[in-house]
C-alpha cells in the first residue's frame, strides 16, 4: 500500500491514511481504511472525539488511549478495539503505528 495521504483534522497533520472505502450518505459514514504514524510525526499527542462507531485492529506498534474518565488502556499490535461515536480520549503513540479500522453509523462532529 503505497497511496496514503495526509490526514488533516482542523487543519492539523495527524498521519497518513489509505481510504479502502468512504462513503458517507444521510449523515451515514461507511469507512475501511489504513491509518499509520511514521517515524518522522512521533510522538504524536491530540485529543480526539470518536466521530462514528469505530472498530479497529492494531497492525503495529503501540497505542495508548486515555478516555474523559480517566482510564487509560494500552492496545498493541493484534489488538481490536470498539469505540462509541462520540467518546472522548487523548492518544499517545512514541513508535511507528498502523491500524486497520472501521468507521459506521452516524457521522458526529469532531471536537477539538
Not at 482542523?10 to 489509505?18: Q, T, W
Not at 479502502?20 to 491530540?46: G, H
Not at 499517545?92 to 452516524?106: A, D, H, L, M
Request: net charge negative; glycine share 6%.
Amino acid at each position: 500500500m503505497t497511496d496514503f495521504v495526509p490526514m488533516t483534522i482542523a487543519g492539523e497533520r495527524h498521519g497518513s491514511v489509505h481510504f479502502i472505502r468512504d462513503d458517507r450518505r444521510n449523515d451515514r459514514v461507511n469507512r475501511v481504511a489504513v491509518w499509520e504514524l511514521t517515524d518522522d510525526q512521533l510522538p504524536y499527542e491530540a485529543a480526539y472525539e470518536f466521530r462514528s462507531d469505530e472498530t479497529m485492529l492494531i497492525v503495529q506498534g503501540e497505542l495508548r488511549i486515555t478516555f474523559a474518565n480517566g482510564s487509560s488502556t494500552v492496545f498493541r499490535a493484534g489488538d481490536i478495539v470498539s469505540v462509541a461515536a462520540g467518546t472522548k480520549s487523548t492518544w499517545r503513540i512514541n513508535e511507528p503505528f498502523r491500524k486497520f479500522v472501521v468507521e459506521t453509523g452516524v457521522a458526529h462532529e469532531q471536537a477539538h
